[in-house]
């Protein structure tokens, strides 16, 4: 995602360390301090401004969620929908999804959401795309036994590298929509991109995959 870059969003995020922990690497293992009740964590990895997050927050106060990007001009938009907001069951953790395992313990999160991730397109950037077996060695760590990835994007090439990346590292696919706005799948939470490119004619792909059966 390409934005202008705000000098003041490092302050503002620092501002507000109720929604956006400081030293998060102290609350491995005890994310569930920083919400109103203890219920199942599932992250965002990549959630630009934070539409999808935010609005799945609203949909279900039985889950907490954490909105985590590594843009600083970015994730202050997800900031500022969560100053107007005020989300018991929403944290923002300013990272670099790569290095998930220094912010969660083993099994912490629940389910690891994947919205239309860079696509990396070249071979030689392969490793950085956020469904490259690195990033699902962590997925993996951090997640429950049973831990879910739900991924969409509007990219084919993406979506089929994902899906072999995917079933190469042992993962099972719950389900698969290769257009999922033509299907009759409940709820569909749309992301800022998903909008953009949906309105654009393009076909949205998805998946759920889990580590074990
Ligand atoms: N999920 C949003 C959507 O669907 O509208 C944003 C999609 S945008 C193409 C991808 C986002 O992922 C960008 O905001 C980018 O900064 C973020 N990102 C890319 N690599 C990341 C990483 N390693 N850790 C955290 N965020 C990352």
Not at 83 to 110: C, K, M, T
Not at 155 to 180: H, I, P, T
């Amino acid at each position: 995602m390409r934005l202008r870059h705000k000098p003041w969003a490092q302050d503002k995020l620092d501002a507000h360390p109720q929604y956006v922990p400081q030293q998060a690497e102290t609350l491995r293992g005890q994310w569930q301090t920083r919400f109103a009740k203890e219920q199942p964590i599932h992250i965002e990895v990549g959630s630009g401004k934070g539409r999808f997050i935010v609005e799945m927050a609203k949909r279900h106060p039985e889950i907490n969620y954490i909105s985590i990007e590594i843009q600083t001009s970015v994730i202050v938009t997800v900031l500022e929908h969560q100053i107007r907001e005020d989300l018991p069951n929403l944290q923002i953790l300013h990272a670099d999804g790569r290095n998930l395992n220094q912010y969660f313990a083993p099994g912490e999160v629940s389910l690891v959401y994947l919205n239309f991730s860079d696509p990396w397109p070249k071979k030689k950037h392969a490793k950085r795309r956020l469904t490259s077996p690195d990033f699902l060695a962590q997925y993996q760590e951090i997640l429950v036994p049973e831990g879910e990835i739900h991924f969409k994007t509007d990219n084919q090439g993406l979506f089929e590298y994902s899906l072999a990346s995917m079933s190469q590292y042992g993962l099972y696919f719950k389900q698969v929509w290769l257009d999922l706005h033509q299907s009759d799948f409940p709820d569909n939470v749309m992301t800022e991109y998903e909008e953009k490119f949906s309105s654009r004619g393009h076909r949205i792909y998805r998946m759920e995959a889990k580590f074990r059966k």
